[in-house]
């Protein structure tokens, strides 16, 4: 379960030192078959934050919880209008290089699959394939009374019309797409209901509180147990459902190698951590292995974001 985001975790004294040694991560990927494992720090070089990195936003904002959502009209119309405020930064994100990076490897074969904590849709757009998107994507809204599934952007475009004027300005944008805007900002936002049934939209991301799919937890633990090696990529690892994964590779003895700025969750289970920028560690990655990174990022953002 996914709860809100843990305040008190502190990086305990005796934990392996970072490096700025990236042999281990070229060996692992020669091999092939290493399964990605992304969090929040392989966007931010994208321009959306990280929860707990550097200039996070964790402290000064507490995502919205799963109950807190369906249990109250003025949550929804707050959330709503904060997601369509931030929705336009997320829109105009582009992958960078760390995206094109891990979209290179999937090309030449070296990994068996992505599994991503982000719900930016930015793996897609870098030309990535096989990812399984662990909290859903912002790109796809759901209805919770008839389960059907519809675009974003066709969402954003109800809400335009029905908002027109809407046009305040956020302290800030967040990971989960949530702009801060205070109540006086919100006012009287019209949230939009289900075109086929009525009901209440929520966007197909797994909110705190609420339960990552079995069958989705499924397949990323077939993924792991059928990986080489696990890379975990710009992930703190502090919510247990990317922790889990780290914990049943290191258990099955599969190699466990982090790549993140700050120490991690996950360290004590890690071969190593390359504590270094994510976009100029694996380009260098990417040189090392005679592997071209394109420039631009490989197809336009689909319906992932």
């Known amino acids: 379960m996914r709860m809100r985001p843990t305040l008190s975790w502190t990086p305990a004294q005796d934990l392996p030192a970072g490096t700025t040694d990236l042999g281990p991560v070229v060996d692992v990927l020669s091999v092939g078959g290493a399964l990605v494992l992304s969090g929040a720090g392989i966007s931010t070089e994208s321009g959306i934050p990280d929860y707990r990195g550097e200039g996070g936003s964790l402290g000064r904002h507490t995502p919205l919880t799963y109950q807190d959502f369906t249990a109250s009209a003025q949550a929804r119309r707050r959330y709503w209008a904060r997601s369509h405020l931030g929705w336009r930064t997320f829109g105009r994100a582009r992958p960078n290089a760390g995206h094109r990076a891990v979209a290179a490897f999937e090309r030449h074969g070296l990994l068996s699959g992505v599994i991503t904590q982000n719900v930016d849709g930015l793996h897609q757009a870098a030309g990535s394939k096989n990812i399984v998107e662990l909290h859903g994507s912002l790109g796809r ?44 900002q919100v006012g009287d936002f019209r949230v939009m209901p289900c075109v086929i049934c009525g009901g209440i939209l929520k966007p197909d991301v797994v909110f705190f509180g609420e339960t990552v799919p079995s069958p989705r937890v499924e397949q990323c633990r077939q993924l792991v147990r059928d990986a080489t090696s696990l890379l975990v990529l710009g992930s703190s690892l502090t919510v247990m459902s990317g922790l889990r994964f780290v914990r049943q590779a290191s258990q099955a003895s599969i190699p466990v190698i982090i790549v993140n700025r700050d120490p991690t969750r996950g360290d004590q289970h890690a071969l190593t951590r390359v504590a270094l920028p994510l976009g100029a560690a694996l380009t260098t990655v990417a040189g090392h292995l005679n592997l071209h990174v394109d420039a631009e990022a490989a197809s336009e953002r689909g319906e992932g974001a």
């Open 141 to 184: 809204v759901v209805c919770l009374s008839c389960g059907a599934v519809s675009s974003r952007r066709e969402l954003a475009l109800r809400l335009e019309e029905a908002n027109a004027g809407f046009e305040p300005t956020a302290a800030g944008i967040n990971p989960d797409g949530d702009a801060d805007l205070t109540d006086a």
